[in-house]
């Protein structure tokens, strides 16, 4: 059984791909970005009172549409994407920032929204550069500072994706020394932590919030499936927004700390046929999240009941799939349920304004606004529509390998081998969950939903 178990985590640590915020801005440099499109839409009228009362976090990429065009009334906190770490700890690209950051500020004075500034950091040469360094660290800092005060705005959003393990005391001191500089701190985190970088019980605690990325599940470089997942189960991957949520519970980050960060694009996939799961000839394209719902209704809506995702095929080779209002509302209203601190969207003008999608934001992310219902009747005995197990047969509390390294394995994530693997991985689960919850470090990278 070790054996196997250090088989399966060898083959699949042998894929990785960039992780979702470093893939989209790959993307753009390469050409191959999304084509935003320009918003009719006016901007709303300044609302009474503040929108949410639980957090909405969204990014703005520099390549969206104009600011005035964001649903700012629906927001609590905006991150303009971004300025990039470079390896003497020197700031790049400033101008993302500079160029729109005194619009932002007026607008989020305007709509009662905190405006934050979001470094970015992708490559693992600069990472090793500047966290150990405790002179390029401070560079670094005070640069940020120095963009954030001359515009008057609220604070920061790190994003650095990739990290490496033996950077993860490095980057949480540069997170408690940030945090000391500056009045607002958000960080942006991986779904899946496979390689442990990220020490989620001290970032929580040195910031505002942790932005799980929850999506990329399935990337551009792997087999199509569910972007963003809220359960896993046969035919797919364990690995979900649940999953994700509960690994950071079990690593003592504390609700009122998790946001859970949502995808406004899908992916469509050139495929060798419509089977799900699929197997892809080439790399997904993204797809903006108003172009992906037009396109699922034209091609023919589906609906994967396992991971509450839509899909469709716009051919006989090729596989959308995707987010929609029904899945959205489904993953917001999870997230509220669970009280945790809130949600986000990555990225804001990629629903071009939708103001339904904005009025649902709305309405789930204001449950003071609900009814009472304290004189109902006891329901307790009823059963509880919620609870899924049954339906999908699939344990909900998925399994995870995890040694004294940090590393682990996707289990149930083998495609074909949903059968007998993950029953015979099941058997060498307890241990390592047991483990996972007195401490130890999470897995990395949305990789692990590859089929073979």
Known sequence: MLALALFISVTLAAEAPRSPHADALADQRAGRGLAVARSSRPPPPPPPTRGPSSTVYGYWPYWGDDLDTIAWDGLSHIAIFGVELESDGSLSGTHHWTDVAAQAVE??????????????????????????????????????VDLVDAYGAHGVNVDIEGLDNDLKAHFTTFIQELRARTEALYIATPAI???????????????????????????????????????????WSAYAIDYSVQDYRSSDAPDDKIIVGLPLY?????????????????????????????????????WDSVTSTPYAFPDATHQLWYDDHQSLEAKIGWSMDQGLQGVGFWALTYDDGDPDLWSMVDELSNPQDAPDDS??????????????????????????????????????????SAGLLPALIGLLCPAWRRRRRSGSPSPHSPWHTVAP
Do not use: K
Not at 128 to 133: I, K, L
Not at 202 to 208: P, V
Not at 221 to 232: A, D, E, H, V, Y
């Open 193 to 235: 932590d496979w390689s442990g970088a990220y020490d989620y019980d001290e970032l929580a605690a040195a910031s505002d919030g942790l932005f799980i990325m929850a999506y990329g599940y399935h990337h551009s470089s792997g087999n199509p499936g569910p972007n963003s997942p809220l359960t896993g189960g046969d035919p």
């Open 266 to 302: 899908g992916r469509n996939w050139p495929t060798t046929d419509t089977s799900v799961p699929g197997v892809a000839t080439a790399d997904g394209t993204s797809v903006t999240w108003t172009s992906a719902v037009q396109q699922g209704e034209s091609y023919g809506r589906r």
């Open 107 to 144: 607008l989020g004075e305007r709509y009662e929204v905190e405006v934050h500034l979001c470094l970015i950091g992708f490559d693992d040469a600069v990472h090793a550069d500047v966290f150990p360094s405790a002179t390029r660290r401070a560079r670094a800092i005070s640069e940020l």
């Open 375 to 416: 004189d109902a009747p006891d329901d307790s005995d009823a059963p509880n529509d919620s609870d899924t197990s049954d339906d999908s047969g699939t344990d909900r509390d998925p399994p995870g390998l995890r040694g004294a390294n940090g590393l682990g394995c996707g289990c149930s994530s083998l495609g074909g």
